[in-house]
Structure formats: structure tokens, C-alpha cells
């Protein structure tokens, strides 16, 4: 990540000292940003957007997404999705299970699907270029979905468990594709034995990990019990929730879902059936949501602004008609095909279009797949633009959306 020499030392090609003062600007704005558009009746969450919007290369391009910001970002999301598994009610999750796994799937194929024809058969795109813009309008961002039923008081609530365990697998389901497109891009056909054992070792690290995590809390406890110094804690926890997110990499999944799974071994709600031994102290538990949550405060908003440092508007060609044509139809197509995921869903009609519209943000999970795509080759410039374009519509507009929906 960094390379550090002397007293003028770099971070990947941004002084140190500079490196300081943008991690400094995007702090102080996002926040205040946030605030100002929660007074408004905005979610807090699309300020922070908005900040990185304004600062990056859309408007003055005062802060580039230099690789220290994407680290610090990444290190965000996943201390967020660390604290959403503390949180989570496991015995919700798992009653929800099935009806996540719909909304997971039926989100990722239905923009996938639509985005794939739009772009082959409408505009007359290669097979590789519909491949990835649809591939890009399949994950939810979850990091953004979890923000904002936050901010509504709504995570608790039976509809945003199943939109948290269908945005896992969400994201799941994207690296998949992803991994799959990549074989593609290659040989031209699809490896589906490698496809189903990356699947496989991500299935087995979901449920190993909470029990790993679990044990090793445990570790930790006797270490702290034995040292009488509860200040062994916080880094040890942190150690942890980035050993799983390694762990969560090498398999081949997202890092988050390491931090997720690590969340849920923690959590009080985490109970393994005769397995007594496995019972936390709650003063750990305790100890740990109280270490961690100031982090998630401090670092999270780095990860949300740099959603927007991501975009840049400038790569638009606002004079084209064929851009015009291409973007509104993949935005209908990416909105609708998660709006249509939850409708199946066994509750009340607002539930159901609560749960389409907070599997809706694509943000940083969409733009990876436009970057990979042209750096293949298989997204001109064209493409690129009309993907940001896709991206920052659904990214924007699902916050509102959603919010219009949950107080209504």
C-alpha cells in the first residue's frame, strides 16, 4: 500500500503531509455535509456521497482516490459490517434465510438478465461488453444499505434482516460473477468447475468462520483474565476482524463478508446448541461493542465519500443521444429488477418495495466491475460513462427513495 522514505515520505504518489490534510477534509466535510443534509430530511449517508462528489474528480478535483484513501475506505465498510454482525439477531437472520436467498438471487439475475439484453440485442454491443455492464448492475452496496436503514431506526426491523442476509449473498453472487466473466474474458467460455468450488469455499467460510471467531474471543477473554488488562481488547479484536476479512480473500469472497461473519461470532445472540463452553463473557462482548463503535464513527465516513471521489461526471457525454438512450434504459432495468426482488416476499406490499429499494445502491461494487471490464478491454469509453451514470443514479436516488417509503 504505502511506500514511506524519510521525512518527505509518499503514500502511492501523494506526499504524507498531503495524505494528511485530505484525510483531514474528508472527515470534517463528510461529516458536516452528512449533518446538514439530515437536517434537510436527507439521509445522512447520501451527504457524505455528495462530499466526495464535490471534492473528487466530478466538480473540483482537489482529492484524487489515492490508494491510502481506498485502504482507509475499505477498512470502513468492513468495521461497519463488523459492528452489523454484532448487532444482528442470528436466529432472524437464519429464520429469514430462504427469503433472503430469493431476494439475492432474484436481484442479481433480473438486472444482470435485462442489462444483458438491453446492451447485446438493443444498442448492438459485443457479448463481452452486455456481459459486464450487466455483471455491473448486479451487487447491492451494502455498505450503503446498512447506512441508511440506520439512520431511518429501521435495521432492526424483519424487512432489513432479510436485506442484510440477501446483501451478503448479494455480494456473494457478484464475485462469483465476476470470477466467471474474468474466465471468460480469457478463453471464452465459462469454468464451472471453478466456479463451483469457489462458491463451495465460500459456503464453508461462512460457517466456519463464527465459530472461529468465537473461539478465539474466547483465547482472548483467558489472555485478558490472566493479564488483569482489559486494554488488550480493542487491538486484538481488530486483529481478528481483519485476520476473517483475509481469511473471507483467500477463499475468494469479499472481505466484509469475513468481518460480517466475525460480527456474528461475537454477538450476543450467537449460541451454539450444547456447546455451553462457547458462552461469552458479557463483559467482553460489551467491551468490544464499546471499542469498536467509536472506530466505525471515525473511519465509515471515509469509505462513503469515497463512493463519490469514485464517480466522475466529467467521463459523460451529456450531447449524446445514444449515451441518453443507453443510461435511462440500464437505470429502469437496475431499479426495477431489484424493486421486483422482494415483491415474492411473504409481507405487507410496503415491506416488500421497502426491500427492493434498500437492495437498490450499487456504489463502489458496480465500479469495480466497470473498472475490470475496461481494463479488459471489454467497456469502451462509452460504456464506462453510462455505467458511473447508472450507478450514480440508483446510488442517489435509493436513499431517498427509501426514506419516502419507510415514512410514509
Do not use: C
Not at 438486472?111 to 454491443?125: C, E, K, N, Q, V
Not at 489472555?223 to 486494554?231: A, E, F, G, R, S
Not at 468481518?259 to 450444547?274: D, E, H, M, N, Y
Not at 465509515?300 to 451529456?318: Q, T
Amino acid at each position: 500500500m504505502a511506500v514511506v522514505g524519510g521525512a518527505e515520505g509518499t503514500t502511492a504518489g501523494v506526499d504524507i503531509h498531503t495524505l494528511f490534510l485530505h484525510i483531514a477534509v474528508i472527515l470534517i466535510s463528510g461529516k458536516l455535509s452528512g449533518t446538514v443534509f439530515k437536517r434537510f430530511g436527507i439521509p445522512a449517508v447520501l451527504g457524505e456521497v455528495f462530499a466526495g462528489i464535490i471534492l473528487g474528480q466530478s466538480l473540483l478535483g482537489i482529492i484524487p482516490l489515492s490508494e491510502a484513501i481506498k485502504v482507509l475506505a475499505e477498512l470502513g465498510v468492513i468495521l461497519l459490517l463488523f459492528e452489523v454482525g454484532l448487532e444482528a439477531d442470528i436466529h432472524m437472520l437464519v429464520k429469514v434465510g430462504p427469503a433472503s436467498a430469493l431476494v439475492a438471487f432474484l436481484g442479481a439475475v433480473l438486472p444482470f438478465a435485462g442489462g444483458f439484453i438491453i446492451s447485446r440485442y438493443l444498442f448492438d454491443m459485443s457479448t463481452m461488453s452486455a456481459l459486464f455492464i450487466g455483471g455491473a448492475l448486479t451487487a447491492t452496496s451494502i455498505g450503503i444499505t446498512v447506512k441508511v436503514l440506520s439512520d431511518l431506526g429501521k435495521k432492526k426491523a424483519k424487512f432489513s434482516q432479510i436485506v442484510l442476509g440477501a446483501a451478503v449473498l448479494d455480494d456473494v453472487l457478484g464475485v462469483v460473477i465476476l470470477a466467471a466473466l474474468y474466465e471468460f474474458s480469457k478463453s471464452g467460455q465459462v469454468n464451472w468447475k471453478a466456479t463451483a468450488g469457489l462458491m463451495m469455499d465460500i459456503a464453508i467460510f461462512f460457517v466456519v468462520a463464527p465459530f472461529v471467531a468465537r473461539l478465539s474471543a474466547k483465547l482472548i477473554y483467558f489472555v485478558v483474565y490472566k493479564l488483569q488488562d482489559t486494554d488488550v481488547i480493542p487491538p486484538v479484536i481488530l486483529s481478528l476482524v481483519l485476520f476473517t476479512g483475509y481469511g473471507a480473500y483467500r477463499v475468494g469472497s469479499p472481505e466484509i463478508l469475513g468481518a460480517f461473519t466475525a460480527g456474528l461470532g461475537l454477538s450476543r445472540r450467537f449460541i451454539v446448541p450444547f456447546a455451553g463452553f462457547m458462552k461469552l463473557n458479557e463483559k467482553v462482548i460489551h467491551s468490544v461493542e464499546e471499542n469498536i463503535r467509536p472506530l466505525v464513527w471515525i473511519v465509515s465516513p471515509i469509505f462513503f465519500v469515497s463512493v463519490g471521489l469514485a464517480l466522475n461526471f466529467k467521463v459523460i457525454d451529456l450531447g449524446s443521444s445514444d449515451f441518453w438512450l443507453l443510461s435511462l434504459s440500464l437505470t429502469v432495468v437496475a431499479m426495477l429488477g431489484k424493486v421486483v426482488s422482494g415483491l415474492l416476499i411473504p409481507l405487507s406490499f410496503k415491506d416488500r418495495i421497502n426491500i427492493g429499494l434498500s437492495m437498490m445502491p450499487r456504489g463502489e461494487v458496480g465500479l469495480i466491475f466497470a473498472e475490470f471490464g475496461r481494463s479488459f478491454g471489454a467497456i469502451d469509453e462509452v460504456g464506462y460513462a453510462v455505467v458511473v451514470f447508472v450507478i450514480a443514479v440508483t446510488t442517489l436516488l435509493a436513499p431517498i427513495l427509501l426514506k419516502f417509503s419507510v415514512k410514509t
